[in-house]
């Protein structure tokens, strides 16, 4: 063996050193320049914001009316605005050394800020005017030689290549960023998902079941009703801090392994139990919340109308004071698991005077028996009645939406959430269960999401076309590239959000990343089944079912064309407005 001098072994081991520190003298030139990039984006953005909420502006206030006279714009400003959180997101994230992250994130999260930037440039400069923005000022901005040379740069095809190759290398797309509890947390869930709920999610869509009692009852026994709920009520939530990650972490696992059979779960007792701990009395917290937390009793929400939709502030279905009680009459639709539910929360108008409005709505929690049917009717000694039937849909299969009618039902003033001094108060507090719902639907999207691209890289990998498999086409390296700064860009995000909402806010940028995840989602999971050809259209293979499941995230917890108009552009314009 030949002996290496104590001076050429300093001058090796200072070499190397040497390229580290070169490394991430590099590594640190390319943030700062990302950043300015996004930066830039980030002042055009500001300033037509500030442009259209004068234009829309009407003593102090913004008008919904003058908004409507161009809702694709409005719409095209939530959307950017969406990408440019979140590629500001992906940024910190690849750089931070705590995650754990390497040159391939870096790489990801470069290429996903010029795609940002060269979206939001585009759609601008196709109506600068109408967005109160001068060509001169759009070109000062975002034409400049130094982004344009990184825009070039930066989505040559060769960088997807790269990145699809170290996709497959790696056999992931990044580290999740989660503290060693929480990465626990999500192995633990991982395996039930893969080992209990993936066996079963393909049966249960084609055959349109409910839920397997197995899956239910496993979840119950590892405490996951109980992650919104604190543990002095019988949750596995610590009482002095929320935990929104663990929530975001279950629930994306779960999803991965099949949305309609497990990822839903633990929405509906979040939004309830939520609803209860803003609003509810101690003897309401004392009798529901640990029932829900052990999974005993199953909840569903009862709040969207056949004629309203989204507009919550429109609700029709009406309670009218009663001996000892309410009597609800009217409609509901699309409430999810409303069959094997237990009780429903039911936002209901309670005051009869109309100029209330949204202060006129109270909860109440209607219970009733538990079946696995597609269809239930029960009625009550007094008469009062409760039916419902499972709508048919393409996707999103196990859990079942139903549409419910009240005829007369009774229902006792101890489930009057808040009692009386929570009438008229029904409308906000559904919205502090909704944030969660929101933000709960972003977990969902990352993970069929993810289930998409593993399954995209395994048929890549496997399918050959004229010799050679279907990966090696850059085409396809281009597709998977993208998925995978696409899903790790949203999950990084949604985390984000999680931390602010462990805060007491973070509401606007859950709709945010609801919307940006939901309407993302159907491209990742249409490339996903393209990449498989004819069998991705055949029930055969999983991603089918990915992708018809991925349709139903832009509809509910909020239909995208009301967040992106009446929550992100209004709140953005409210905003900019004070400033």
């Known amino acids: 063996m030949t002996e290496i001098s104590h001076e050429s072994f ?66 095209q400003l939530a959307w950017i605005t969406s990408e440019l959180r979140v590629a500001e997101k992906y940024v910190d994230y690849a750089w931070n050394e705590n ?36 060509f001169h000022r759009l070109y000062e901005l975002l034409y400049n030689d130094e982004v344009n040379s990184f825009l070039f740069e930066s989505s040559k095809i060769e960088k997807y290549s790269e990145i699809a190759d170290l996709i497959l290398k790696n056999g992931h797309i990044g580290p999740y960023g989660l503290s060693e509890d929480h990465e626990l947390f999500r192995d633990t869930f991982k395996k039930f998902a ?69 990822g839903s779960l633990i929405t509906r007792p979040e939004i309830v139990s939520k609803a209860i701990l803003k609003g509810g009395t101690d003897e309401q917290k004392m009798k529901w919340l640990g029932s829900l937390a052990e999974g005993k009793i199953m909840a569903a929400v009862a709040v969207t109308e056949p004629n309203f939709g989204s507009d919550v502030a429109g609700v029709s279905v009406t309670a009218t004071k009663a001996e000892g009680g309410w009597k609800i009459n009217g409609v509901k639709t699309w409430c999810t698991f409303a069959g094997y539910a237990d009780v429903l929360l039911v936002l209901c108008r309670t005051e009869s005077d109309p100029s209330l409005k949204h202060k006129g709505l109270s909860i109440l929690l209607a219970e009733k028996p538990r079946t696995r049917e597609h269809s239930f009717d029960y009625t009550q000694e007094g008469g009062g009645r409760m039916e419902g039937k499972a709508i048919d849909t393409i996707g999103y299969r196990g859990m079942h939406s139903f549409e419910v009618s009240f005829q007369e039902f ?22 502090e269960g909704f944030a969660g719902g929101r933000i709960q639907t972003a ?54 959000v999680g931390k602010l909402l462990d805060e007491h806010k973070g509401q606007m940028e859950a709709t945010l990343i609801k919307f940006y995840s939901s309407k993302i989602a159907e491209w990742v999971c249409r490339e996903a089944m393209q990449i498989h050809g004819g069998m991705g259209y055949a029930e055969e293979y999983a991603v089918s079912r990915l992708f018809v499941d991925s349709r139903v995230f832009s509809i509910f917890e909020g239909a995208e064309e009301v967040m992106a108009l009446r929550v992100i552009a209004k709140g953005l314009l409210e905003e900019a407005l004070k400033n």
């Open 443 to 496: 977990a969902r999207a990352n993970g069929v999401m993810q289930a998409a691209l593993e399954a995209a890289l395994r048929y890549a990998n496997e399918r050959q076309v004229f010799k050679k498999p279907i990966f090696e086409y850059n085409l396809t390296k281009y597709k998977i590239a993208r998925m995978g700064m696409i899903i790790q860009a949203s999950r990084q995000f949604t985390n984000f």
């Open 10 to 75: 300093w001058i090796v081991k200072y070499y190397k050193y040497s390229l580290i520190i070169k490394d991430k003298e590099e590594a640190n030139m390319d943030k700062t320049l990302v950043s300015k990039v996004l930066g830039a984006a980030n002042s055009l953005v500001t300033e037509i914001t500030k442009g259209l909420a004068h234009k829309c502006s009407d003593k102090n206030s913004i008008s919904v009316e003058k908004m409507d006279q161009n809702q694709l714009v409005f719409y």
């Open 410 to 431: 009774f229902v006792p003033d101890e489930n009057l959430v808040g009692g009386e001094a929570g009438r008229g108060k029904g409308f906000y507090l559904q919205m």
């Open 99 to 134: 995650f754990g992250t390497s040159d391939m994130e870096k790489k990801m999260a470069i290429t996903f800020a010029a795609e940002t930037v060269s979206h939001i440039r585009s759609e601008i400069s196709n109506r600068p005017t109408e967005y109160t923005i001068t």
């Open 194 to 262: 893969e080992d209990v709920v993936m066996p079963q999610a393909e049966h249960v869509h084609r055959n349109d079941e409910t839920i397997p009692e197995e899956i239910i009852q496993g979840l119950r026994d590892m405490g996951c009703f109980g992650l919104c709920i604190p543990e002095s009520y019988g949750g596995i939530q610590p009482s002095d801090k929320p935990d929104n990650i663990s929530m975001l972490v279950v629930t994306e696992e779960l999803s991965r392994g099949g949305l309609g059979i497990a």
